[in-house]
């Protein structure tokens, strides 16, 4: 039986609750013990990058309008800049990345992927995913919000994996033909739960996101929840007055900008996208609405100083403010150390501060170990149950 039949095997046990996070880890690093992949020895990651030639590295992001933006602005001029090639390839989700790289045959070709949200970085790292960069090759991150940085430290030993590239928010989008801004910060993420917009809601088909969701709509913390079944109650209700979920951003903006739902939790970069094509569509950031943050991650074993060249690149002020203004998300970088222009300060979610402090997140430490039956629960009440 081969190891890449072994993973499949694991997976699809995780996927289907057969076994919990935990005993997925601990399999992912018995089976890599032997095929000597994820969390193999110092010796072995030392050979695989000395066979990856130090000019080539293979980059993955989100597709669409983030990796065009992140191409033209970025690859390119690296490109031409270091002559360094980079390989580019996309994903949909974070576990559809997983996938490819469990599934590949050659760990050469996954190098920089450019994730989402501390949830996934923890994730990655506690699957023996995460390279240990040499911060002092990447002196630009001195220019980069320091709680990105610190986030990333607390869930990887103080060292970091990857680089804080941009951020957003899954705040409140709503309709202005049908909603006033008024009405959003009157009711905030309870307009969610508001009977008269039945049929004409929706909400991201995502358990961690509708758990948050359901934990503020209780007036709980969406970190420390003290009474789950409630929070439960709430989810079905949001069920039973939506139109649908959605699960993509273009889904998203198509059933916003064309009135199939008047209001939303969304991700804020596709607001302004929508109102850049001259939709109507307002944004409200609740306290505490979710924020998340997306980074460079440096998988174990790649040709570090390519990598890290490509990294400290991207957060050079030009490239990641012109990749900000084109994928409609703010830079890392801090606005007290960085002119970041006139467009970036107002795109939905930027923080002129610099210190996100008005801002809630997903605590991977909650989160994590609450995986298999909070999401196996939400399936459930999708389905009606």
Same mark, same amino acid.
């Given at each position: 039986?081969?190891?890449?039949?072994?993973?499949?095997?694991?997976?699809?046990?995780?996927?289907?609750?057969?076994?919990?996070?935990?005993?997925?880890?601990?399999?992912?690093?018995m089976?890599?013990?032997?095929?000597?992949?994820?969390?193999?020895?110092?010796?072995?990651?030392?050979?695989?990058a000395?066979?990856?030639?130090?000019?080539?590295?293979?980059?993955?992001?989100?597709?669409?309008?983030?990796?065009?933006a992140?191409?033209?602005?970025g690859?390119?001029?690296?490109?031409?800049?270091?002559?360094?090639?980079?390989?580019?390839?996309?994903?949909?989700?974070v576990?559809?990345?997983?996938?490819?790289?469990?599934?590949?045959?050659?760990?050469d070709?996954?190098?920089?992927g450019h994730l989402?949200?501390?949830?996934?970085?923890?994730?990655?790292?506690d699957?023996?995913?995460?390279?240990?960069?040499?911060?002092?090759?990447?002196?630009?991150?001195?220019?980069?919000?320091?709680?990105?940085?610190?986030?990333?430290?607390?869930?990887?030993?103080?060292?970091?994996?990857?680089?804080?590239?941009?951020?957003?928010?899954?705040?409140i989008?709503?309709?202005?033909?049908?909603?006033?801004?008024?009405?959003?910060?009157?009711?905030?993420?309870?307009?969610?739960?508001?009977?008269?917009?039945?049929?004409?809601?929706?909400?991201?088909?995502d358990?961690?996101?509708?758990?948050?969701?359901?934990?503020?709509?209780?007036?709980? *913390? %969406?970190?420390?929840?003290?009474?789950? #079944? =409630?929070? &439960?109650?709430?989810?079905?209700? /949001?069920r !039973? $007055?939506?139109?649908?979920?959605?699960?993509?951003?273009?889904?998203?903006?198509?059933?916003?900008?064309s009135?199939e739902?008047?209001?939303t939790?969304?991700?804020?970069?596709?607001v302004?996208?929508?109102?850049?094509?001259?939709?109507?569509?307002?944004?409200?950031?609740?306290?505490?609405?979710?924020?998340?943050?997306?980074?460079?991650?440096?998988?174990?074993?790649?040709?570090?100083?390519?990598?890290?060249?490509?990294?400290?690149?991207?957060?050079?002020?030009d490239?990641?403010?012109?990749?900000?203004?084109a994928?409609?998300?703010p830079?890392s970088?801090?606005a007290?150390?960085?002119?970041?222009?006139?467009i970036?300060?107002?795109?939905?979610?930027f923080?002129?501060?610099?210190?996100?402090?008005?801002?809630?997140?997903? *605590? %991977?430490?909650?989160?994590?170990?609450? #995986? =298999?039956e &909070?999401?196996?629960?939400?399936? /459930?009440? !999708? $389905?009606g149950?």
């Open positions: 039986m081969s190891h890449e039949i072994d993973y499949e095997k694991l997976w699809e046990r995780y996927r289907n609750d057969d076994i919990d996070r935990r005993t997925f880890i601990k399999g992912i690093g089976a890599a013990a032997a095929a000597g992949v994820f969390t193999a020895p110092a010796s072995f990651k030392m050979s695989r000395a066979t990856k030639s130090p000019d080539q590295i293979y980059f993955y992001s989100w597709g669409g309008v983030v990796q065009e992140i191409h033209e602005n690859v390119l001029p690296f490109i031409e800049t270091s002559g360094i090639d980079v390989t580019e390839g996309s994903f949909s989700t576990d559809d990345f997983l996938s490819k790289i469990r599934a590949s045959s050659n760990l070709k996954y190098n920089i989402s949200q501390l949830f996934q970085y923890n994730r990655f790292v699957l023996g995913l995460g390279a240990e960069l040499d911060e002092e090759n990447i002196p630009r991150l001195d220019l980069v919000i320091p709680r990105l940085v610190s986030r990333l430290r607390k869930y990887s030993d103080g060292k970091l994996s990857a680089v804080p590239f941009d951020y957003g928010a899954q705040g989008a709503y309709n202005r033909k049908y909603i006033s801004d008024d009405e959003v910060k009157e009711k905030g993420a309870n307009i969610l739960l508001d009977q008269k917009y039945k049929g004409k809601i929706t909400g991201w088909s358990w961690k996101t509708r758990v948050y969701y359901g934990a503020v709509q209780t007036g709980q *913390d %969406p970190n420390g929840i003290e009474d789950m #079944e =409630v929070v &439960w109650d709430e989810v079905r209700e /949001h !039973k $007055l939506l139109n649908k979920y959605f699960t993509s951003g273009a889904q998203l903006m198509d059933m916003l900008g009135g739902a008047y209001v939790d969304s991700w804020s970069g596709r302004r996208a929508l109102q850049d094509q001259g939709y109507d569509i307002g944004y409200y950031d609740f306290p505490g609405t979710p924020a998340f943050e997306e980074y460079l991650f440096v998988i174990s074993g790649s040709p570090m100083d390519a990598c890290e060249q490509f990294c400290n690149f991207m957060l050079k002020p490239v990641a403010v012109a990749v900000a203004e994928q409609k998300y830079p970088l801090s007290a150390e960085v002119d970041l222009g006139d970036v300060p107002t795109l939905p979610a923080d002129p501060k610099g210190t996100l402090e008005d801002y809630g997140y997903f *605590d %991977p430490s909650y989160y994590g170990p609450n #995986e =298999v &909070w999401s196996r629960k939400f399936r /459930h009440i !999708k $389905l149950y």
